[in-house]
């Protein structure tokens, strides 16, 4: 079948964004995979570890918020590359320093800040430039990269230290930036990409939406409210879970640091299935975004309760891995449905931050919790508070309004 030229366009953006946030979280996810060797040279606990990937949640965090406002207003380009390449940079100093200075958490969450001007940017520029049917596509192609970065990281903690690993990223990273500045300005030059238009047209047609209460009740019509919420659950999940899912295996599964990661590996590449997975429930259940979530907040919590009762190595990793992709099949309607389809607000980088802001701001709470929940009340238990969490995901999913909401079309 031939591709129609807006087809072509949405083929081009999405892959060089694709390609781009891969780097991203092969980057994000380097101390999840090499957790259990940084614990095993004796220069880290979990402790230690935790308020490390903490420091970089909450710089993360902070990071969405502000970047993604910004990415409002600067082109993608400048703000995709310089957050490449200063990551990038960050990652390379942080190898050398990691484990004998003071100053590595603030170096790390350093990093977590420039990855941060990704994403928003990223979203308005496939937002604004496709169709809104190829933007969901484009979108889903980046949240399948963002899943599948995970294994790639434990491939890499797996025939590497855990110095080289995060020096290969660094290095990794900043020719990414290179790429990325370079493909940007050409696409921008040939007209696929261009910055503000649609806002633009939106302000002819309707007049601006000027003041911040006009935004904020704009964005009430959106239900960020609920969206909110579902980005906090499964920012846990998603970020801090999958964070600690190797050094699980290894203490309570009972394998060793090196097994840990390629079975790390192995898990992550399974997980990165979902963004598929979840698009083909969402179709077969008629492309209602609402009854997509709470069907995977309802699995998601069957699952981590399967968890807790299986103690058997190989069926309690099966379902360890079922519960983190229904919960990331709530997170994919959310970033690669709701999300992109805010384009006529005109904030889609704004709003995408804040979300992200606030999924990782959960995470990075997550993280200290349940680094040192683990040494007082023991895995089985935190697994209970996993379980409860997707509990409170099925209740926010919940119809809330005896009116019918018209679900969100193609």
């Known amino acids: 079948m031939k591709l129609t030229k807006e087809a072509k366009k949405a083929i081009m953006i999405g892959t060089l964004c694709s390609v781009s946030y891969f780097a991203v979280y092969i980057a994000r996810n380097i101390m999840g995979a090499v957790s259990p060797g940084m614990i095993e040279s004796g220069l880290f606990t979990e402790e230690s570890i935790g308020t490390i990937s903490s420091t970089y949640f909450v710089f993360y965090a902070v990071g969405q918020l502000i970047n993604g406002a910004i990415?409002?207003?600067?082109?993608?380009?400048?703000?995709?590359?310089?957050?490449?390449?200063?990551?990038?940079?960050?990652?390379?100093?942080?190898?050398?320093?990691?484990?004998?200075?003071?100053?590595?958490?603030?170096?790390y969450g350093m990093t977590g800040f420039f990855l941060a001007m990704i994403y928003g940017p990223m979203t308005k520029s496939v937002a604004e430039n496709t169709e809104p049917i190829y933007a969901t596509r484009c979108s889903l192609g980046f949240t399948f990269a963002s899943f599948v970065g995970s294994p790639m990281a434990g491939v890499l903690a797996t025939f590497m230290v855990w110095q080289s690993v995060y020096a290969f990223s660094g290095v990794a990273l900043c020719v990414m930036a290179i790429a990325a500045f370079t493909v940007f300005f050409i696409f921008e030059k040939k007209g696929l990409i261009r910055?503000?238009?649609?806002?633009?047209?939106?302000?002819?047609?309707?007049?601006?939406?000027?003041?911040?209460?006009?935004?904020?009740?704009?964005?009430w019509h959106h239900r960020i409210l609920k969206f909110t919420?579902?980005?906090?659950?499964?920012?846990?999940?998603?970020?801090?879970?999958?964070?600690?899912l190797s050094t699980y295996i290894s203490q309570q599964l009972g394998f060793t640091p090196k097994a840990a990661a390629s079975i790390f590996t192995a898990a992550t590449f399974i997980i990165s299935m979902t963004a598929f997975i979840s698009v083909f429930v969402y179709e077969r259940l008629k492309r209602n975004m609402d009854l997509t979530i709470l069907v995977m907040f309802s699995s998601s919590a069957t699952f981590f309760a399967l968890v807790f009762l299986v103690h058997q190595p190989v069926l309690n990793m099966i379902f360890?891995?079922?519960?983190?992709?229904?919960?990331?099949?709530?997170?994919?309607?959310?970033?690669?449905?709701?999300?992109?389809?805010?384009?006529?607000?005109?904030?889609?980088?704004?709003?995408?931050?804040?979300?992200?802001?606030?999924?990782?701001?959960?995470?990075?709470?997550?993280?200290?919790?349940?680094?040192?929940a683990v040494s007082v009340i023991g895995w089985g238990n935190l697994i209970l508070v996993w379980f409860g969490l997707m509990v409170v995901g099925v209740i926010i999913a919940l119809p809330y309004s005896k009116?019918?909401?018209?679900?969100?079309?193609?």
């Open 229 to 244: 919420l579902i980005s906090v659950l499964t920012g846990i999940v998603r970020t801090s879970v999958t964070f600690w």
């Open 403 to 410: 009116f019918k909401r018209k679900t969100l079309q193609k």
């Open 320 to 372: 360890m891995v079922l519960a983190i992709m229904s919960s990331n099949g709530a997170a994919t309607m959310l970033w690669s449905r709701y999300c992109p389809s805010l384009r006529d607000t005109g904030m889609v980088s704004g709003v995408t931050g804040f979300l992200d802001f606030m999924s990782y701001m959960g995470a990075a709470s997550a993280n200290l919790l349940f680094a040192n």
């Open 71 to 107: 990415g409002d207003r600067v082109k993608a380009r400048w703000m995709i590359s310089i957050g490449l390449f200063m990551a990038g940079v960050m990652n390379l100093i942080f190898s050398r320093i990691a484990g004998v200075s003071a100053a590595a958490p603030f170096v």
């Open 195 to 219: 910055y503000g238009q649609f806002r633009v047209e939106k302000k002819a047609e309707s007049g601006a939406v000027g003041s911040l209460w006009d935004k904020i009740k704009l964005l």
